[in-house]
């Protein structure tokens, strides 16, 4: 089990979130239950675990200090294995239509059959259609008196206003630092892991107040070894930070398609979702549009107003289109091929396409600007100390060229590929790219085709390649 779902709280005193437990006890305290709660606040911060232990405190056969849940009795044992019928969790994201909250109505109608109350979880409540919701209005303002609603959103400005009012509302905020280091200690405690001081610091950083995520990176951390540091954090850091929309709003600002579309293909290459990489995206954009109206969480850059505003809604649209697109990744490059494009318009050019086909059929670039044999050389000299075994994928691999600030290279293998564009490997050479080349260079890499001619100057050296077998099948660590 996970360790989030292994250490889920199971009483109001345990929610990590200390303003909605604290919340969440005054109601219950007071005897004065609502018939509908409303839970809102951002993901993996303990809503759909609140609802439950309120359930679990509406039927427990024998509460502790009055209302906190035994987690003994045979009720509260059956709401924690999910099989208690009286307790119903619906997902709006998946039943959000008006059947479905009319055989909700219906079902409202029956009397509980084990516990004193029914309760039912609506979560993402605010996926649910108008209709669904005019269902639902009536039932929540009139429901019968062995009944009560939780509902749970990550959005609430999305509900209308007839169904706020109707209930008592509960804000999760995002976890404060000290608040997810409390909730990693208890996993620590519990698995007996050994961390370094200050590790569950930077992870509580690094997961931007979200319970559930800091618990993941703890689980993954803890598969590396038996001693988590603050160097094991950094790794992850990094790599999520690879993946970091920051690059691609700085290409919308200054770069070319060619290095938008290469960037989102790495992205893609890393394993990102493209759903949650684009709404990191519109997030960077909101932060550039406030630093325009002189907000005090804005970033500088060169953007206007129109532009950011622009962009912000072409990027939203792109949302809306990749939760259903067959090719989610083509969504955002076409969002990203309107935005440039009219960017060109603006500057009195027509956009223009990126790439031609040549005579034998294979695809080259335009404005392609030669990598000479010398700054190649120094490129591969720069790498050696660092890593002798990256170097000798470099001697394997070509230049085809720079576009812009992206060095594409040609390799002959996906292995080969995949090697080179290791976060750590992919950091070295771009590094050392960027120092010979004087810009700040990001790396891509291409697979060549066994019948494209070559490079006159590229001759696979026979030691270079018992090299990269070497390091491949004789598992150096580095690479």
């Known amino acids: 089990m996970t360790y989030y779902l292994k250490y889920r709280p199971q009483r109001f005193v345990e929610l990590d979130s200390s303003e909605a437990r604290e919340a969440l006890i005054r109601i219950f305290k007071s005897g004065k239950v609502p018939h509908a709660f409303l839970l809102s606040g951002p993901k993996g911060i303990g809503k759909t675990s609140a609802a439950r232990i309120i359930a679990k405190s509406l039927n427990c056969l024998h509460l502790k200090k009055g209302f906190e849940p035994c987690n003994n009795c045979s009720v509260c044992l059956a709401i924690n294995r999910g099989s208690f019928l009286d307790i119903l969790e619906i997902d709006a994201a998946s039943n959000r239509g008006i059947d479905n909250i009319r055989d909700l109505k219906e079902k409202v109608k029956l009397s509980p059959g084990r516990g004193r109350c ?4 609506i979560d993402e409540v605010h996926m649910l259609t108008t209709e669904a919701f005019n269902a639902l209005l009536k039932t929540l303002e009139e429901p019968p008196p062995e009944v009560v ?7 609430p400005e999305k509900l209308p206003e007839t169904i706020i ?3 008592t509302r509960i804000n999760f905020k995002k976890a404060s630092e000290a608040e997810t280091v409390g909730s990693l200690q208890k996993v620590v405690e519990g698995e007996k892991l050994l961390v370094d001081k200050g590790v569950l610091g930077k992870i509580a950083r690094l997961t931007d107040g979200s319970f559930r995520d800091a618990h993941k990176v703890l689980e993954e951390l803890s598969l590396l070894n038996k001693k988590i540091t603050q160097k094991d954090v950094d790794q992850i850091l990094g790599r999520q930070q690879a993946y970091n ?3 691609l709003v700085k290409i919308l600002e200054k770069g070319t398609l060619l290095e938008a579309i290469a960037e989102v293909e790495r992205v893609v290459e890393g394993g990102a979702d493209i759903l949650d990489y684009t709404k990191y995206l519109l997030e960077e954009l909101r932060f550039y549009l406030h630093g325009v109206w002189g907000l005090a969480d804005g970033r500088e850059g060169d953007f206007k107003e129109s532009e950011l505003l622009d962009y912000i809604q072409v990027f939203s649209h792109a949302i809306a289109e ?17 935005i440039m494009g009219k960017r060109n318009k603006k500057n009195g050019e027509r956009a223009k ?24 050389q120094e490129i591969l000299e720069r790498v050696r100390p660092q890593n002798h075994s990256i170097e000798a994928f470099l001697k394997a691999a070509y230049p085809i060229g720079l576009v812009g600030s992206v060095l594409k290279l040609g390799v002959y293998y996906q292995f080969h590929k995949e090697c080179l564009e290791k976060e750590a490997n992919r950091r070295i050479v771009e590094q050392a790219a960027s ?12 697979i060549s085709s066994k019948k494209q001619k070559q490079p006159k100057r590229k001759v696979i050296n026979k030691q270079d390649l018992m090299t990269v077998a070497k390091t491949i099948f004789g598992g150096e660590k580095n690479v």
């Open 245 to 247: 929309p920051i690059f």
């Open 435 to 446: 120092d010979v080349l004087g810009l700040s260079v990001r790396v891509f890499c291409q």
């Open 149 to 155: 609603f939780i509902l749970c959103t990550t959005n």
């Open 353 to 376: 396409k990126s790439v031609v086909k040549s005579k034998d059929g294979n695809t080259d670039l335009k404005k392609n600007k030669k990598v000479s044999d010398k700054q190649w």
């Open 118 to 121: 029914k309760v039912y979880i």
């Open 322 to 338: 990749i939760k259903t697109a067959a090719l989610p990744v083509l969504s955002l490059e076409v969002a990203i091929g309107k």
């Open 165 to 167: 009012s109707r209930c």
